[in-house]
């Protein structure tokens, strides 16, 4: 499927080459990795608004992206397949370690509280300079090595740099927006079971990162 766009981009107005760079974002952002990911991070992150955790998450993966994909539209360089293996990787550690950060160490909170009618307590200087959250953008980064295999693809096998260029902006727009939407839905879904159903998330994420690891090594 993917070489078939690849192909075909040379024959393709630009608005289809804009409309497949959405379609294909907004599919990668459902990954199970990427999900598991940002509920995680907006279960333990709740000083935060959940859709800046996602769309942080999405900014993060857009970097790794434009760096890969400058690097083969521009450069003409060929990464080699190892890469995509260590991100996967990298991947699993991650999600072992933001799902370990949630259930086990969750208590740990840079909150403390007291009874002045916030629901969040104090928040120090870090966290209110964490709105747009480091955290998640580095795992977003993280994430877009290891997402950027099929990416390789069509890149390599379109003709003209321009066609690369409309792909791999509205593929990196579309995946930043829509994780923004999927996190705003998620917190409100939790909704009074937000601590029981992060709990599941932050476990679902070590076991997907456990599988990453094994599958890969």
């Known amino acids: 499927m993917f070489e078939f766009i690849g192909h075909s981009f040379a024959d393709q107005p630009m608005i289809s080459i804009v409309a497949i760079g959405i379609l294909i974002g907004i599919g990668h952002s459902f990954e199970i990795d990427h999900i598991l990911a940002v509920t995680t991070l907006v279960s333990e992150k709740k000083y935060a608004a959940p859709w ?14 434009m760096i890969i994909g400058t690097v083969l539209l ?16 990298a991947v699993g ?6 799902g370990l950060k949630y259930v086990v ?7 403390h509280k007291h009874k002045h009618g916030s629901e969040f307590g104090h928040l120090n200087p870090m966290q209110k300079l964490s709105d747009w959250n480091v955290t998640s953008v580095l795992v977003g980064m993280v994430h877009g090595v290891a997402g ?9 096998t379109s003709s003209e740099t321009i066609d690369g260029v409309l792909f791999l902006s509205s ?5 930043i927006v829509t ?4 996190t705003q839905l998620w917190k409100k879904l939790q909704g009074i079971h937000e601590k029981s159903i992060g709990n599941i998330a932050g476990i679902a994420s070590i076991i997907a990162g456990l599988w990453l690891i094994v599958e890969y090594i």
């Open 52 to 65: 800046k955790i996602g769309s942080s998450w999405g900014i993060g993966h857009s970097i790794t992206t």
């Open 105 to 111: 160490f969750k208590e740990v909170r840079n909150t």
């Open 171 to 175: 593929f990196c727009i579309s995946i």
């Open 74 to 89: 521009f450069l003409d360089v060929k990464l080699p397949g190892s890469l995509y293996e260590v991100g996967e990787i």
């Open 179 to 182: 994780m923004g939407i999927v």
């Open 93 to 98: 550690i991650t999600l072992i370690y933001i």
């Open 148 to 156: 950027s295999g099929f990416l390789i693809l069509l890149l390599i």
